[in-house]
């Protein structure tokens, strides 16, 4: 195997939203059709919105099929295929071929793809071979696009919107989306509304809203506080979005164990709970509410407001942490 076809897979890493899962980086670093100003890659390198080759499938398969049996001779278990890459992975002209390949070896096929060729029927041809597509939309004002996503000078907004709608009428596997919440750029209630009304329009599964979590590409370009996270998360509910967050929090919060405390901070770390919520899981353990005031001194959950009502969630991680390999 060359260098470069070992850099190819990853993991399996546990993903949040797909399990255990094998990352494919079918995408030399950091070769992009965006450079957005919170990408955790850094700078791209190249900047380009046409499609190429840059490995066989024929190499795809060979480091994909090499990391399975690894993973086997482990007895580690693998829920998906993952094409999460050091840049844009629909940029590759082989995708919709090395997706076909791969689904021989009978594991479900991801792609996360910022969305922007979408609006290319040959990249719509390719995804709909996938099991599982998410979008990224982190607006649909093109001035904050312009500032967020700093796009290819050839792309253009309404395309790609237009692109994501078509796809979604005749994708038949699980579409989500993702969005950034950018303090004052995309965090606003007026644009959030917005990407809410155009997201409902693609039915999406679930709709994540993620943040920064490692150190972004742009010095100085921050978060959303806890507060613009629980507003953000009610405008996509109100709108009857199935949305959940990807932030950072303290601690592991993945397990629910029977163990109210852990079971709480579990539900907290993917959603915002209402008070009203929190008493009902406290009481059918019959635990009290001095739980939640011992998780508020420790500063492992911060209490916040929406609404007139209370919420809670997991306190976000103080500082950005630093990508560790194969992350997703
Ligand atoms: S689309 Fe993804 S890889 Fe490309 S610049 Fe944005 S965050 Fe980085």
Redesign the pocket.
Known sequence: MTMDVKRITFGPVPSRRLGQSIGINNIPP?I?????I????GK?YTLQITRTPFYTPQEIVAAVKQKIQDAKEKKEAINYLTFVAD??PTLDVNLGEEIELLKTLGIKIAVIT?SSLIWKKDVRDDLRKADWVSF?IDTVDQEIWHRI?RPHGSLKLRDILDGMSEFSHSFKGDLVTETMLIQDVTDGAEGLEKVASFIVGLSPKKSNISIPIRPPAVKGVKSSDINKINRAFQIFKEQGIEVEYLIDYEGNAFAFTGNIEEDLLGIMSVHPMREDGVRELLSKANASWSIIEKLLVQKKVIQTEYNGEKFYMRKLLNKPRTIKEGEF
């Open positions: 950091k992009c059709t965006y450079s957005c919170y990408c955790q890659l791209t840049g844009e910022n990224k996503n």
